[in-house]
Each structure stands twice: as C-alpha cells, then as structure tokens.
C-alpha cells in the first residue's frame, strides 16, 4: 500500500513539474522562447477584420491584452499611442503592434471599443476577440498585459510596459527595451516581468 502512495505522489509531482517547466516565471501559460499562438479574423474599432499574418512584414509585434474599462490599462492608454507613434505608425516601420480586448463585459464590447478608439485617437489596431481564445493562449492575466515576439513569432518579452502606473515615475521602460534589442539583434535583457493591472475576465463556463 505504501509503494502505490509513494509512486502515485511521485507521478503528480513529476506532473507538476512538466506543467510548471512549460510556463514562465509569472505567466502561468507560456515561457520565453515559445511560440506564440496564432490568431485571425478579429473584429477591429476600424470596422475591419485583423489576423497575425498581417504583420508578416514586421520583424517584431507587440501584442497587448488591453480593454476599456480598467483604470490601470485607461493610464497607459497614451503610453501605447506614444509607443505606436515612435516604432509602429509608419508603414515602413519594422516593429507592428496590435491590442487585443478579450473582456465580455458591457463596456468592453466592440461598440464601446468603437468609442474609446474614436476619443483617444489609437493609432493601433484595437480588436475584439469575444472568443477569449488568444488571451488564454497567451497567458494573459492582466489589463495591460505585452507580449513582444520577434521575425518567427517567439515569445521573447512579457509583461509590463514599464516599472510604475504613473507614466512620470516610470523609470525602467521594459517594453521598448525589449523592442529596441530586437532591432539591433541582441537578447533582451529583462525578458519577463510582473504584469500589472486588473484580472483579465474570463468566462468559467469556457
């Protein structure tokens, strides 16, 4: 009786230890290096459907699960316009960002997405994935939450954006770290990092 005990505690540790070995220090999901799941045919505020083979000319895509009605993702709204506006608003740009709300509650649906896109001028594709799909694949947990991924679409950065909510006590800028050692083919230094922000709401009946 003890050896079945003793092999059956061995065999869901040695589980556990397979399932934690694929996720990331804070992403309960996915680990630096992983591939990053694919998505298509997502709704955008632009009245036009979005899928990752848009960006098939971008050596690197930022991905951010972001929605309307957190205060946390509303503080960094300009923070991502600034962003888009330095590395992802020009055609030629290598670096593409998309934000992706994958929230179902009434002020996160596409109308209202419509709205706050309109009224902060984004400059970024804004879609909605009613599914949840890609934010579960990702890992998501958290309004704003980025995931930078290079030429083959591998995880190399997640998490914040940067160290402080308030964009004038920011003092470590993780993301465009992230970003600008891509662009110069080094390995990014700070490659995961606690996201900040209120619990992505997913469906438990999904």
Not at 30 to 57: M, N, R, V
Not at 78 to 90: G, L, V, W
């Given at each position: ?98 934000a992706i709300n994958v929230n179902n509650n009434n002020t ?18 804004y879609v909605y994935d009613e599914t949840q799909k890609i934010g579960r694949e990702l890992g998501a947990s ?65």
């Amino acid at each position: 009786m003890r050896r079945v005990v003793t092999a059956s505690l061995a065999l869901v540790l040695g589980l556990a230890l397979v399932s934690s070995a694929h996720a990331g220090k804070f992403n309960k999901k996915l680990s630096i290096g992983d591939s990053a799941p694919t998505f298509q045919g997502l709704p955008g505020t632009d009245d036009k459907t979005h899928s990752l083979a848009d960006f098939k000319d971008k050596d690197v895509l930022v991905v951010v699960v972001t929605c309307n009605h957190c205060p946390v993702a509303v503080a960094y709204e300009d923070r991502i316009i600034e962003f888009a506006r330095k590395y992802a608003s020009s055609p030629e740009s290598k670096v593409g960002l998309i934000a992706i709300n994958v929230n179902n509650n009434n002020t996160d649906k596409l109308d209202k997405m419509k709205e706050r896109a309109k009224a902060k001028g984004f400059n970024f594709p804004y879609v909605y994935d009613e599914t949840q799909k890609i934010g579960r694949e990702l890992g998501a947990s958290k309004t704003p939450e980025f995931f930078v991924l290079n030429k083959e679409r591998k995880v190399v950065y997640m998490g914040a954006m940067d160290d402080d909510q308030r964009a004038k006590n920011a003092k470590k800028k993780y993301l465009e770290d992230a970003v600008d050692a891509l662009l110069k083919g080094e390995t990014v230094s700070t490659a995961e990092t606690a996201a900040r922000g209120c619990s992505v709401q997913y469906d438990r009946r999904r």
